[in-house]
């Protein structure tokens, strides 16, 4: 089953303008963390923000905050003011709290398929 | 301070040929992780190191891949007798403290792996 869903590949935006990127999540978890991360041409994962699950307060940073709603599993990442180098692709990513059964898989996230972003001048 | 490095950053090599990738993780940070980059199949976990415990290699596609972590920092990622669809981008990650699920990993830049 598909933990995390990016339901849009491409989104446009002009400059200045502010733009949601979508993010759904699926968990039985009582304890998980969102992660955004944004990843320009040249490859490199570059984290933006973290929601957690039992944060009463939506996160900010800057120019980006998060939509979070949890009764709707959803995290939208929230771009204020679009700027020509916020052109990338965008992915969000879950890290659930607990253990797996057996394991000790909580460590590592897992991603959606992603959204490239293009800002317009 | 310095980042997460990873060499090389690209890697041609052979179908059948072993790969060695290397990961430089943030100093101090005790947690290690690897993922694979492809167009295919998206970002997708391979293994992650903390401290001294025992590895999570959940996401090891086959026994062709294995990873070690030496003195609790540099590790290498080892791809035996490569196949084509091991062409990917290998992404190395690195965090503080892998209990806390707030605990933010830092991705290096990356090694593009090309399979002929």
């Known amino acids: 089953a598909q933990k995390i869903t990016q339901t849009q590949p491409g989104m446009f935006v002009q400059e200045k303008e502010a733009v949601t990127l979508d993010c759904t999540y699926d968990?039985?978890?009582?304890?998980?963390?969102l992660f955004w991360y944004k990843q320009p041409s040249s490859g490199e994962m570059i984290f933006l923000i973290y929601q957690g699950s039992y944060d009463q307060q939506n996160a900010t940073e800057g120019r980006y905050s998060l939509n979070f709603q949890k009764a709707r599993k959803s995290a939208n990442l929230v771009i204020s003011a679009s700027q020509l180098g916020d052109s990338a692709m965008y992915f969000c990513?879950?890290?659930?709290?607990?253990?797996?059964?057996?394991?000790?898989?909580?460590?590592?996230?897992?991603f959606g398929q992603g959204t490239i972003l293009t800002v317009h001048p | 301070g310095a980042g997460v490095s990873q060499s090389p950053s690209n890697k041609v090599t052979e179908k059948g040929k072993d790969v060695e990738l290397r990961c430089d993780p943030i100093?101090?940070?005790?947690?290690l992780y690897w993922y694979r980059q492809s167009l295919g199949q998206g970002l997708e976990f391979l293994i992650y190191?903390?401290?001294?415990?025992?590895?999570?290699k959940s996401g090891l596609p086959s026994d062709r891949f294995s990873a070690e972590r030496t003195g609790g920092s540099v590790s290498t990622l080892t791809i035996q007798r490569t196949q084509q669809e091991d062409s990917a981008v290998y992404l190395c990650?690195?965090?503080?403290?892998?209990?806390?699920?707030?605990?933010?990993?830092?991705f290096g830049p990356g090694t593009r792996l090309t399979v002929l």
């Open positions: 190191f903390q401290g001294n415990s025992a590895p999570d």
């Open positions: 990513a879950m890290r659930e709290g607990s253990p797996a059964a057996g394991g000790t898989s909580y460590g590592k996230l897992t």
């Open positions: 100093s101090g940070h005790t947690a």
């Open positions: 968990t039985s978890d009582p304890s998980y963390g």
């Open positions: 990650a690195s965090s503080f403290l892998a209990g806390a699920v707030r605990d933010t990993q830092y």
